[in-house]
């Protein structure tokens, strides 16, 4: 049977129209790496892009850079290069700050424009960053948090709610929210929607503009490979622009930053989300990452990391493991992504992790596994189908070096 699972895996390998761009990335050898929804791996050409900033545009250009080497148009630039990946256009997507900051600017924002309502509407399990932001304008008397059940979301959108704030891809289950039916539902409460695409941005097709979307957010060091701490990205719909006014009043959302005025007076279109000085460093290795995927093809990637899955699905199902699969079955419900569930889930991820193959966990009870198709082989996914079988059949979990939990996971 193993034998005939690797054999099935190597032709598929052989047949993936994506093959090739695995040799694009920085891989460890005798790692099978499923940790891509956290951090993805390096791009083969992003050590060089920083050092090409590092040393030739800081170390030698200095300040001149700013204009001869384009930094100062670096978040426009990117942020236009991640907008063709989620159906914006390039005139409505910036990158720069971190998701949470662009999350406290836009639903601060979102609240602003619906004077008379206080009520942000979000479902319990969220990704914590996106309920502590609520949290955060709730606590200055701003907003109010809601919390409604998935599938009751649509009935809690009433005449209070302001805005709705969903992740499309759940950072825990995978499961995939309908974006274009939710943004439809919200609108007609007179209700504004803001999606965090943290988990989808780079590995599932986004089409924003066709949703009729708001605003969005993203982060650039999952899919799109831009290194930790990765600067994020914001969306906000064109018909929005003259009216939205975010909170964190900094000078590169200025008007005219160089005139060095006392007065505030926002920036025409999306440069007025823009905060403080932008983060030239990680807006190279984050120009990288997006290139490559753009080049790639987002509908390409999901249709691979769908076929990934599926085939992982039908590697655990031959060595004949039960497993309480939480994400939804159905692959094009899902992102990209498997999550299990298991009373000793950590100590389980603990031992792939021993063996090469990193995961990841999340609590209580989730064992959870990226499927990155940029880089990802269909042996990769064999080889840790077998591996887990084994640990869940040899009971190495059970060791105490596994079941210790460090402050970092």
Not at 38 to 64: H, N
Not at 107 to 132: C, H, Q, W
Not at 238 to 264: I, N, S
């Amino acid at each position: 049977m193993a034998d005939a699972i690797l054999a099935r895996a190597r032709e598929l390998d052989a047949a993936d129209p994506l093959s090739e761009y695995r040799e694009r990335f920085l891989l460890p050898e005798g790692v099978i790496y499923l940790d891509g929804n956290s951090l993805g791996a390096l791009p083969k050409a992003t050590p060089d892009r920083m050092e090409q900033v590092i040393r030739q545009e800081w170390g030698e250009g200095l300040i001149r850079s700013w204009n001869d080497a384009g930094w100062i148009g670096a978040a426009r630039r990117v942020g236009g290069q991640i907008a063709q990946l989620i159906g914006a256009g390039q005139h409505e997507v910036v990158a720069g700050d971190s998701t949470s900051v662009n999350l406290f600017k836009l639903i601060a924002a979102a609240l602003d424009m619906r004077r008379g309502r206080k009520v942000v509407l979000s479902e319990p399990g969220n990704f914590p960053t996106d309920l502590y932001m609520i949290a955060g304008l709730e606590r200055q008397g701003l907003a109010e948090r809601r919390l409604a059940e998935r599938g009751r979301l649509m009935e809690a959108l009433d005449e209070e709610v302001a805005l709705l704030l969903l992740t499309h891809v759940h950072y825990k289950t995978g499961a995939v929210h309908d974006m274009a039916a939710l943004t439809r539902a919200a609108h007609n409460a007179g209700a504004l929607v803001l999606w965090d695409l943290s988990h989808s941005c780079g590995a599932l097709p986004v089409d924003l503009n066709g949703a009729h979307a708001d605003f969005a957010v993203g982060c650039g060091y999952k899919y799109l490979n831009g290194g930790p701490g990765a600067p994020a990205f914001a969306f906000a719909a064109e018909r929005h622009h003259a009216v939205l006014h975010q909170p964190l009043t900094g000078w590169f959302g200025h008007a005219a930053p160089f005139e060095f005025g006392d007065d505030y007076a926002p920036a025409p279109g999306i440069d007025r989300l823009q905060c403080g000085t932008s983060p030239i460093l990680g807006l190279a290795a984050l120009e990288v990452g997006v290139g490559l995927v753009a080049e790639i093809g987002v509908e390409r990637l999901a249709a691979k990391s769908r076929a990934l899955s599926e085939f992982f699905l039908a590697c655990v199902a031959a060595r004949g493991l039960a497993l309480d699969l939480v994400s939804p079955p159905d692959s094009a419900e899902r992102g990209s992504q498997l999550s299990f569930r298991h009373h000793d889930a950590f100590a389980i991820c603990q031992a792939l992790i021993a063996r090469g193959v990193i995961g990841d966990f999340r609590d209580p009870d989730i064992l959870r596994l990226g499927f990155a198709p940029a880089y990802l082989r269909f042996e990769d996914i064999a080889e840790a189908a077998r591996h887990l079988a084994e640990v869940l059949e040899s009971g190495e979990w059970r060791r105490e070096e596994f079941r210790q939990r460090a402050a970092v996971t």
